[in-house]
Nanobody, 123 residues
């Protein structure tokens, strides 16, 4: 099973940007469609972005479309989430996830989770 470690979270003012990184080990990330989820206090975990194994296909939740960009570098076994024009409602713990072996958005199931990284946006 793939092991995932997120980094890059922090505190940022509204309108600012952050770039999250997800480093994979154990198995090569190119075997997986990959995604980013987030969970705010008291709310369910939501799937916000996904990228196919080759990087050819991407998908986004309406709440982040046009502001967030998911990318991957299979040679570095890594996935990224560039977050621009951040809003207070983007505050959450962000999780990297290894998705199913077929392309779908949102993912129907997850084959591996990271431990999460906190993103806090001050208004």
């Amino acid at each position: 099973q793939v092991q995932l470690v997120e980094s890059g979270g922090g505190l940022v003012q509204a309108g600012g940007s952050l770039r999250l990184s997800c480093a994979a080990s154990g198995r090569t990330v190119s075997n997986y469609h990959m995604g980013w989820f987030r969970q705010a206090p008291g709310k369910e975990r939501d799937h916000v972005a996904a990228i196919s194994q080759s990087g050819e296909n991407t998908a986004y939740a309406d709440s982040v479309k046009g502001r967030f960009t998911i990318s991957r570098d299979n040679s570095k076994n890594a996935v990224y989430l560039q977050m621009n024009s951040l809003k207070a409602e983007d505050t959450a713990v962000y999780y990297c996830a290894a998705g199913p072996n077929y392309w779908t958005f949102p993912f129907r199931y997850v084959r591996g989770w990271g431990q999460g990284t906190q993103v806090t946006v001050s208004s």
